[in-house]
């Protein structure tokens, strides 16, 4: 596997290996020992989510405020515009993203720490995402940056995403920590 830093600390692109052939392929999407030694990955996952979307669906910026979850997500049918911010005021690289196109193709996977936010834009007709979460999802934690923060500058690529009402209401980053205390 080839595993990738990114301008985020601990932020990762990792292509395993394929193993093709006229009957199509195999990879090894998680193995909890090779992924510590390779990765850096010393955290148990606990939850395992899987998001169907259409084209032009852009879910995020998301992230738990007291219980932060790291993510280890691939897409197994399609591509999508995928997506970290840090969200730490005190980090040297607050307010930076990382942005990279996973898809059923090129088989690239993102580590996400704890403690950043998330988000992805489906860029194929639809999108199969699935992700490896290290905390429990808690709708109580919840919160958002919104997706188009100018402090951000986000290429995204789609004008007019197809959004939720809850995304919609996301503050930007620097509303959004002025409020946390940030």
């Known amino acids: 596997m080839k595993v990738t830093d990114t301008a985020l600390p601990g932020v990762r692109i990792i292509e395993p ?7 199509g392929y195999f990879l090894e999407s998680f193995s909890a020992r090779r992924y510590r030694e390779a ?7 606990v939850q395992d989510n899987v998001s169907r979307s259409t084209r032009g669906v852009l879910r995020g910026l998301h992230f738990q405020r007291t219980r932060p979850q790291g993510k280890l997500i691939q897409v197994t049918e399609g591509a999508v ?13 607050f307010g930076r993203h990382v942005a990279v196109e ?4 090129n088989h690239r996977q993102i580590w996400i720490p704890p403690g950043y936010a998330h988000g992805f834009c489906v ?21 958002g940056i919104a997706w188009d923060c100018p402090d951000l ?16 209401r996301h503050p930007g980053l620097k509303a959004w920590t002025q409020a946390s205390g940030g």
């Open 123 to 143: 860029i194929s007709d639809t999108a199969t995402f699935q992700y490896k979460c290290t905390d429990y999802y808690d709708p109580a934690d919840e919160a």
């Open 102 to 105: 996973l898809s059923a193709d």
């Open 39 to 45: 990765v850096g990955i010393d955290l148990d996952f």
């Open 153 to 168: 500058a986000i290429p995204w690529p789609i004008a007019e995403p197809v959004l939720s009402d809850k995304d919609r």
């Open 17 to 23: 290996r394929v193993f093709g052939d006229a009957r």
């Open 81 to 93: 515009f995928d997506v970290a911010v840090d969200i730490d005021p005190r980090s040297a690289t």
